[in-house]
């Protein structure tokens, strides 16, 4: 009881914008109080870059890379939690990648897999809010329905197997900037063994 606590206070501090990545925990759980359901959540986002130098010299964008259990009195789902932020402000310009998170297409390895996000309010996601915070920067976030097999995959994959492509033609790729794994593989190790 004492440790959902804490991480739900370590949860509600980020929400708050009170700590950084580093303070966090590999992973988190929490209750939604207004839906209802727990959710754990890898805690330090495993983050993903790509160049934007048009924009300006030495201009990235960033794509947090999380991963979600929510579990709805025993019905579990899983998803993957995309948050795009830059550090190069756009002054009202419309963006790229805010327009075409919608889709978005994984590489893992050899492996692509293309997820469609969950549209917002769509009551198979189950929560009342987003999970995680807004960064400085922020340009889009979306959340993707994943199988315990793609989590697996995701967890084992090495930094230079892992990018997510973004865009109709593939535009935007981002590859790894600032992985961190230990949440990733924590995540894929509590998950509920395969059946033979």
């Given at each position: 009881?004492?440790?959902?606590?804490a991480t739900f206070l370590c949860l509600a501090a980020v929400l708050t914008g009170c700590v950084t990545a580093e303070d966090l925990p590999p992973l988190m759980t929490a209750l939604d109080q207004q839906s209802g359901v727990t959710v754990e959540a890898t805690g330090i986002p495993y983050v993903l870059a790509h160049e934007a130098a048009a924009l300006a010299a030495n201009a990235r964008d960033y794509l947090d890379l999380r991963l979600l259990d929510v579990d709805r009195m025993g019905k579990r789902s899983y998803y993957l939690s995309l948050v795009v932020f830059s550090t190069v402000a756009r002054h009202g310009e419309s963006s790229p990648t805010a327009a075409a998170i919608g889709k978005v297409r994984v590489r893992i390895g050899s492996q692509v897999v293309e997820l469609e996000a969950v549209r917002e309010g769509e009551e198979a996601y189950g929560l009342s809010a987003r999970v995680f915070p807004r960064r400085i920067g922020y340009l889009a976030a979306a959340e993707y329905p994943v199988t315990p097999a793609f989590?697996?995959?995701?967890?084992?994959?090495?930094?230079?197997?892992?990018?997510?492509?973004?865009?109709?033609?593939?535009?935007?790729?981002?590859?790894?900037?600032?992985?961190?794994?230990?949440?990733?593989?924590?995540?894929?190790?509590?998950?509920?063994?395969?059946?033979?």
């Open positions: 009881m004492q440790r959902l606590l989590v697996r995959a995701l967890a084992a994959a090495g930094e230079h197997d892992l990018a997510v492509e973004v865009g109709p033609d593939t535009d935007l790729v981002y590859e790894p900037w600032e992985p961190a794994t230990e949440g990733l593989k924590g995540f894929a190790e509590r998950l509920p063994r395969p059946a033979r």
